[in-house]
């Protein structure tokens, strides 16, 4: 059991890592390759919040993928069509 | 114990995706390219980390909530993926569709 939680809190670190690229991306890029670089961001912590809540055995927090996953949706939506308008 | 392995080698395979995609992400051109790799971490990983969850806990409201995030990300990402190509080009380009001399009759 401890091995396999320190599975998914190792899977969760190595995740949050492997964001710096897309946050470098965000910072020196392009806007349209900003939004790609959020798109990223934002789908590796749905993952990362339901490898930390696998990890620490906490029902409540799988709940919070569930919302982001749900929130990347509609707030990619809107961030896009604001791009596409007016930034 | 085989659980555990089964858990490790899903996992270990989530990351080695998202690895490849934040590469991906990073080293292409254009946002055009650099799109084609948010795919990966957006489905696939997704998918290896909700069978991971419910290797290692079975089928528990715990696996279940993951489940439903990915089934929410499954359906999300293709329509956020072309919502972001089409604005991109039509910041680019004024419009999505191709120019008039370029259309088929």
Redesign the interface.
């Known amino acids: 059991m401890v091995?396999?939680v320190l599975?998914?809190t190792?899977?969760a670190i190595?995740?949050l890592i492997?964001?710096?690229?897309?946050g470098?991306?965000i910072a020196r890029?392009?806007?349209?390759?900003a939004?790609?670089?959020y798109?990223?961001i934002t789908?590796?912590m749905?993952?990362v919040l339901?490898?930390l809540?696998?990890a620490f055995q906490r029902?409540s927090l799988?709940?919070l993928?569930?919302l982001?996953?749900?929130l990347?949706?509609g707030g990619?939506?809107v961030f896009?069509?604001a791009?596409?308008r007016w930034? | 114990m085989i659980?555990?392995v089964c858990?490790?080698i899903l996992?270990?395979l989530?990351?080695l995706v998202?690895?490849g995609?934040?590469?991906g992400?990073?080293l292409m051109r254009?946002?055009y390219q650099?799109?084609h790799?948010?795919t990966p971490?957006?489905l696939v990983?997704?998918a290896l980390?909700?069978l991971?969850?419910l290797v290692?806990?079975g089928l528990v409201?715990?696996s279940g909530?993951?489940c439903?995030?990915l089934v929410?990300?499954v359906i999300?990402?293709p329509?956020?993926?072309h919502?972001?190509m089409?604005?991109?080009r039509?910041?680019?380009q004024g419009d999505w569709r191709p120019p008039q001399k370029e259309r088929k009759p």
């Open positions: 091995l396999g599975g998914f190792a899977a190595a995740m492997c964001t710096i690229p897309a470098i991306v890029g392009d806007l349209g390759s939004v790609v670089g798109e990223f789908s590796v749905v993952m339901a490898l809540a696998q029902s799988f709940e993928p569930v982001l996953a749900m990347m949706f990619g939506l896009v069509r791009m596409e930034l | 659980r555990d858990t490790d996992l270990g989530a990351v998202v690895l995609a934040s590469l992400v990073l254009d946002a650099k799109l790799f948010v971490a957006a990983a997704p980390v909700a991971a969850v290692q806990a409201e715990n909530e993951t439903l995030a929410v990300m999300a990402g329509f956020l993926s919502a972001t089409r604005a991109i039509v910041r680019g």
